[in-house]
C-alpha cells in the first residue's frame, strides 16, 4: 500500500458438424486470481446487483464524499499506519463500500495483523471484491478493488490467518460500518429476484441469449433432471446419468416477467426436436422448463398450450414441464463459452422484435 504524509480524518442450433464441445481450460493458481470482466457475475452469491452505476450516478455518490475519500477511493490512495478510524473498531457489524454501499466485509472475519490497517481475513461475499493485478511502485502486488463501483479499497497478501491465509489490508477511508441491528440503507440489502430453469440443447447458446435479456441478472450453463450423482460434462455426455443442458437464469421480476423468458426460450431453439437440438443428438439435449414454482408451472404449460394450437410449428412441442431437481454448475470453461470464443449456437438473437406470448386463452 502506498503511504500517504498524513493521517485522514476519516476514512440457433450449433454450427460445428461434431456438436459443441471444448477443450479443457486449466484452472488458474491463486496468483492468476484476476478478475475476468466476461466472467464475472452480475449478482452476486448472496443476492446483491452489482452492475456498475452509471457515470452521473457516480459522480453523485462521489459528491458528499471528502477530498481525503475521493484520494483513496479514486485515486487508488493510502492512508498512514495506524490512522484509519476502524481500525481498533471492535463492534460487530459490517463495513460497506463508502461509494456505493456495497457490503464488503463482516466484523466476524475481521482481525488484529499488526500492519496498522483494519484486516480481515475474508470478504463479506467473495463475489464482491475484484482481485486487480497491480504492478505499481516497482513491486507485483494484488490490489482490490469494490466489484460493484470500482472504488479503490487496499491489497490483499496471503500472509492472513486461516482458514483462508489471506490478509485484506483495507483502508478505513474506504469503508463505512453499519452496526448490526441498525438500520440499513437501501443499497446495503439484497435485491429480490427470481429463478428460472431450461433446457434447449447445447447449454453454450442458450445461457448467452439469456444473458441478453434486460432484466436477467445472471444466467449459468449446468446439468440438471439427473439421477443424484452430482453431475459432470463427460458424465452427462455418455448418457447414463439421465441430465440436460440446462441454464439457470436469475432475472429481476421487476424489469422481466417469467412469461417473456418463456417467449424468449422458444425463439432460441426448436421445441418440437426429440432429444436432440440440431447436429448435437442425445437426452441431454431435449427441450424443457423445470419449474421452481406452482405458477411457474401453470404458466409454462399454458405457453406449450398455446404454441401447440398455433399454426408457428408443423410437429408436436416436445418440451418438458418438470419441478426442478439439484442444479449442478457446469464446469468453467463452459461458462460464458460464445462470449469468449464468438462461436455461434443456436438460431437467432430471441430479443429482437420481442413479442409477449400471449396466454389470455
Known amino acids: ?30 496468483e492468476q486470481q484476476i478478475e475476468n470482466p466476461l466472467t464475472m457475475p452480475t449478482i452476486s452469491k448472496s443476492g446483491f446487483d452489482l452492475t456498475p452505476p452509471t457515470e452521473s450516478a457516480h459522480a453523485e455518490m462521489l459528491e458528499p464524499l471528502s477530498a481525503d ?42 482481525y488484529t495483523s499488526g500492519s496498522g490497517w483494519p484486516s480481515f481475513f475474508q470478504p463479506f461475499d467473495e463475489d464482491h471484491v475484484a482481485r486487480i493485478e497491480d504492478r505499481s511502485h516497482g513491486m507485483s502486488r494484488i490490489e482490490i478493488e469494490c466489484a460493484r463501483c470500482t472504488s479503490h479499497l487496499g491489497h490483499v497478501f496471503s500472509d492472513g490467518p486461516p482458514p483462508t491465509g489471506d490478509r485484506h ?12 441491528g441498525a438500520d440499513q440503507p ?91 437440438q440440431g447436429p448435437d443428438v442425445g437426452s441431454q439435449y431435449r427441450s424443457g422448463i423445470w419449474y421452481t414454482s406452482p405458477l411457474q408451472q401453470e404458466i409454462a404449460t399454458k405457453a406449450i398450450e398455446s404454441l401447440a394450437t398455433s399454426d408457428q410449428y408443423a410437429a408436436p412441442i416436445a418440451t418438458q414441464v418438470e419441478p ?12 460464458d463459452y460464445v462470449a469468449r470464443t464468438g462461436r455461434a449456437c443456436h438460431i437467432a438473437d430471441p430479443w429482437i422484435n420481442t413479442k409477449q406470448i400471449d396466454h389470455s386463452d
Open 1 to 30: 500500500m502506498e503511504m500517504m504524509n498524513s493521517c485522514l480524518p476519516l476514512v440457433l442450433v450449433c454450427l460445428s458438424l461434431i456438436g459443441c464441445s471444448a477443450p479443457h481450460e486449466p484452472a488458474p493458481t491463486p
Open 69 to 110: 475519500i475521493i484520494e483513496v477511493t479514486q485515486r487508488a490512495g493510502t492512508e498512514a499506519r495506524f490512522c484509519g478510524t476502524l481500525l481498533d473498531n471492535k463492534q460487530t457489524g459490517t463495513y460497506s463500500c463508502v461509494v456505493c454501499g456495497l457490503p464488503l466485509f463482516s466484523s466476524e472475519h475481521k
Open 169 to 180: 489490508c483495507l483502508n478505513s477511508a474506504s469503508l463505512v460500518f453499519h452496526e448490526a
Open 186 to 276: 437501501e443499497q446495503m440489502k439484497p435485491m429480490t429476484t427470481e429463478t428460472a430453469y431450461f433446457a434447449g440443447g447445447c447449454f453454450w447458446g442458450i445461457e448467452h441469449y439469456f444473458q441478453q435479456g434486460p432484466g436477467v441478472i445472471d444466467a449459468t450453463s449446468g446439468y440438471m433432471q439427473g439421477n443424484d450423482t452430482e453431475a459432470t460434462y463427460e458424465a452427462v455426455c455418455s448418457g447414463t446419468s439421465g441430465h440436460a443442458e440446462s441454464v439457470k437464469v436469475v432475472f429481476n421480476p421487476k424489469e422481466i416477467s417469467f412469461e417473456e423468458l418463456i417467449g424468449a426460450f422458444f425463439r432460441m431453439h426448436n421445441p418440437t426436436e426429440v432429444d436432440k
Open 324 to 335: 426442478a431437481a439439484t442444479f449442478y454448475p457446469a464446469e468453467t470453461y463452459h461458462q
